[in-house]
């Protein structure tokens, strides 16, 4: 990983210069440059925050999307170790397959909260994210297959749940009757999880506190409550 931070004001341009101001003067912000990686992301050091580009072409809107995950912190989001914490014990949840999944849904959620001021600094929705939303009824089969063979059903609600908060929280206009299309095939499958995981996004989007244990909390309580109606070793 290489510090490419003397090359920061290369990413700041008239649309993200009071943002990254307001940051600059609260937070020592390193800028790194790491081949390993394939997507930009942003990481809290003790000293200092780390922003971590997967290649040195200067881009603006990525820079900017990771600026916002400092910002949204600092209004109050919950940051990913704290909602790490809230799980990782968790005999179920702390699982590798939920720990992947949570992670998912947490940085979903922050972009929820994150995308209303991107597009006010003048962004285009199609680069808020480096990757559109990719689904087919190719894979759409395939949830409804895993869900239905009994050793692999819980790789099945994986993706079920994952690819559901990536359609719901689709920002590109043009892709969003695709979106809804999906999402009505989606609920077919299993109405009783969709309407779990549609209360829950329905309440983050629409809560002005970005403490985000408490809605996750109850999430949690509802998914366990309907693994265990459906999955539990007496159920066939």
Same mark, same amino acid.
């Given at each position: 990983?290489?510090?490419?931070?003397?090359?920061? =004001?290369?990413?700041?341009?008239?649309?993200?210069?009071? *943002?990254?101001?307001?940051?600059?003067?609260?937070?020592?912000?390193? /800028?790194?440059?790491?081949?390993?990686?394939?997507? +930009?992301?942003?990481?809290?050091?003790? &000293?200092?925050?780390?922003?971590?580009?997967?290649?040195?072409?200067?881009?603006?809107?990525?820079?900017?999307?990771?600026?916002?995950?400092?910002?949204? =912190?600092?209004?109050?989001?919950?940051? #990913?170790?704290?909602? #790490?914490?809230?799980?990782?014990?968790?005999?179920?949840?702390?699982?590798?397959?939920?720990?992947?999944?949570?992670? +998912?849904?947490?940085?979903? &959620?922050?972009?929820?909260?994150?995308?209303?001021?991107?597009?006010? /600094?003048?962004?285009?929705?199609?680069?808020?994210?480096?990757?559109?939303?990719? #689904?087919?009824?190719?894979?759409?089969?395939?949830?409804?297959?895993?869900?239905?063979?009994?050793?692999?059903?819980?790789?099945?609600?994986?993706?079920?749940?994952?690819?559901?908060? &990536? *359609?719901?929280?689709?920002?590109?206009?043009?892709?969003?009757?695709?979106?809804?299309?999906?999402?009505?095939?989606?609920?077919?499958?299993?109405? =009783?999880?969709?309407?779990? &995981?549609?209360?829950?996004?329905?309440?983050?989007?629409?809560?002005?506190? /970005?403490? /985000?244990?408490?809605?996750?909390?109850?999430?949690?309580?509802?998914?366990?409550? +309907?693994?265990?109606?459906?999955?539990?070793?007496?159920?066939?």
């Amino acid at each position: 990983m290489i510090d490419i931070t003397q090359n920061i =004001e290369n990413y700041i341009i008239d649309k993200n210069r009071n *943002l990254w101001e307001n940051l600059n003067s609260k937070h020592v912000i390193k /800028l790194f440059y790491d081949q390993k990686e394939n997507s +930009w992301l942003v990481r809290n050091k003790e &000293a200092y925050v780390e922003i971590i580009c997967p290649n040195l072409e200067v881009n603006y809107s990525s820079f900017t999307h990771e600026l916002l995950h400092i910002y949204i =912190e600092d209004l109050g989001m919950t940051t #990913y170790e704290s909602f #790490y914490n809230s799980y990782r014990d968790d005999s179920l949840f702390g699982s590798f397959l939920f720990i992947n999944l949570f992670g +998912w849904i947490h940085n979903l &959620a922050c972009h929820k909260k994150m995308f209303p001021f991107y597009r006010k /600094l003048g962004f285009s929705e199609y680069d808020f994210v480096q990757q559109r939303i990719d #689904y087919s009824l190719k894979r759409h089969y395939k949830i409804y297959i895993l869900m239905k063979i009994r050793k692999l059903n819980m790789l099945g609600i994986d993706q079920f749940l994952g690819i559901f908060f &990536a *359609l719901k929280n689709n920002v590109v206009d043009l892709d969003k009757p695709k979106c809804f299309k999906f999402l009505k095939k989606l609920r077919k499958i299993n109405l =009783e999880l969709y309407d779990i &995981a549609d209360k829950f996004d329905s309440n983050w989007e629409e809560s002005e506190n /970005l403490d /985000l244990i408490e809605p996750f909390n109850q999430f949690k309580i509802d998914l366990k409550k +309907w693994l265990v109606k459906n999955y539990s070793r007496g159920q066939r």
